[in-house]
């Protein structure tokens, strides 16, 4: 939650699903304890950018924001969003949040957590090439972690955010290199870095923003 009434997001969280068949879960970090929430509608990235007429620099950008039908009511923290550029956190720690699979495999009805260290984009490229033989290119929006020992995301947690000091820098993508097995430790997180977004989550949050 980055308002008491706005969702901060991955944009593939919403492939092949429709705001009235979908609800926020929000007041737990048990799924089973929270509270469901209806939407009035979400917005991608790209979705803005036609939109509001700016051109593209990148068609993959994994980045949303949901509006619900009515604010969550009530005490409690928004998060707020950090103002530091990629550049200016490499190899600082970080927290990683999600409901992905548990060290057993399953799917986690309570919230996981871990710790993970930014890496730079050549750190990273370099690791990918070395374990896979793949050269791929991190573009500028996009930032690597990775754990020690071992933190891989999984399915269920992308979408969900990465946290410096309380406060939201980044939303977890992916893994690379893709092919390997799910728990293969050779594998590094990618994340959507908010730093490169911060005019579209302005744009669409502020209260003269119409989408539907």
């Not at 993508?173 to 730093?195: R, V």
Request: charged fraction near 15%; include cysteine.
């Amino acid at each position: 939650m980055i308002s008491t009434i706005h969702v901060l997001s991955g944009a593939r969280c919403f492939n092949n699903r429709l705001p009235n068949n979908t609800v926020i879960l929000h007041g737990s970090n048990s799924l089973h304890d929270s509270r469901e929430y209806t939407i009035e509608w979400w917005i991608t990235f790209n979705e803005w950018s036609f939109y509001t007429n700016r051109p593209l620099e990148h068609n993959d950008n994994d980045i949303s924001v949901t509006k619900l039908t009515h604010e969550i009511q009530g005490n409690f923290p928004t998060a707020s969003l950090s103002l530091f550029s990629y550049d200016d956190l490499v190899e600082q720690h970080i927290e990683l949040a999600g409901w992905g699979l548990n060290n057993q495999g399953e799917l986690s009805s309570n919230m996981l957590t871990a710790t993970a260290i930014i890496v730079s984009h050549t750190a990273c490229e370099y690791h990918i090439h070395r374990v896979s033989g793949e050269r791929i290119s991190i573009r500028e929006g996009y930032f690597c972690t990775a754990g020690v020992p071992f933190v891989s995301m999984q399915y269920g947690d992308f979408g969900g955010p990465v946290l410096h000091f309380h406060k939201i820098i980044g939303i977890n993508k992916g893994t690379l290199p893709k092919g390997l097995q799910e728990f293969d430790n050779h594998k590094i997180n990618i994340h959507t870095s908010i730093n490169y977004y911060t005019s579209f989550i302005a744009d669409v949050i502020s209260d003269n923003f119409f989408w539907q």
